[in-house]
C-alpha cells in the first residue's frame, strides 16, 4: 500500500481541461518516485496515498495543486547566447534551458528576435486543471540510501 517511504512505479497519461494529451509515459518507462516527499505534485500524490500495485485511479488536479498559478512578470528579454538549445533552431513554444547565476532554469519561447528572445518562467503546466490517468505498476520498500536522499532511486527514478 502506498504510504509514506515506499518507491511507487507508475505509468500515467496527462490531459488539459479540453481533453487533449499532454503527456504519456506508457510508450516508455514507468516514472518512479518517493511518497511523501514531495517529488510529485501535491494533488497526485494525495490521490495516490493509500493505494497499491494494480490499482488504476483517474484524478482532475485543480492548479493550485498541481504546478501552481501563472505568475505575472515572469516574462522576460533576454540575450539568445544564454539560451541552451543545442543548435536547434528557436520557436515559439519550445522548452529551452537558460542559464542563470543560479544554475539552469527551464523557460518557454515566446518570442524569437534578431539577437533577443523573448521567454516565460512559468511552468508550461502552470494555470492548467489537469486529469491524470494512472496504472501503479509497481510499490515497494525504500532502500536507506533512497530515504537519505530524498527521492526514488533506479529505473524511472533518480540515475546519480
Ligand atoms: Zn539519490
Not at 490521490?47 to 500495485?53: Q, R
Not at 534551458?97 to 527551464?106: E, F, I, L, Q
Not at 518562467?121 to 520498500?141: E, K, M, S, Y
Request: no cysteine; proline share 2%.
Amino acid at each position: 500500500m502506498i504510504e509514506k517511504d515506499k518507491v511507487v512505479l507508475f505509468h500515467y497519461s496527462l490531459k488539459n481541461e479540453q481533453g487533449d494529451l499532454i503527456e504519456d509515459s506508457r510508450k516508455g518507462e514507468p516514472l518512479a518516485y518517493m511518497h511523501g516527499h514531495g517529488g510529485i505534485i501535491s494533488g497526485l500524490e494525495k490521490a495516490l496515498e493509500g493505494k497499491s500495485e494494480g490499482d488504476h485511479i483517474d484524478v482532475t488536479i485543480a492548479a493550485e495543486d498541481g504546478y501552481g498559478e501563472r505568475k505575472e512578470g515572469m516574462l522576460q528579454r533576454v540575450s539568445a547566447k544564454y539560451l541552451k538549445h543545442a543548435g536547434k533552431k528557436l520557436r515559439p513554444g519550445m522548452q529551452v534551458a537558460v542559464s542563470t547565476d543560479k544554475g539552469n532554469r527551464m523557460v518557454t519561447v515566446v518570442k524569437v528576435g534578431l539577437k533577443t528572445v523573448d521567454i516565460d518562467g512559468n511552468h508550461p503546466l502552470a494555470g492548467l486543471t489537469l486529469t491524470f490517468n494512472v496504472d501503479i505498476v509497481d510499490v515497494r520498500d525504500a532502500t536507506d540510501e533512497e530515504k537519505e536522499h530524498g527521492h526514488a532511486h533506479g529505473p524511472g527514478g533518480h540515475n546519480h
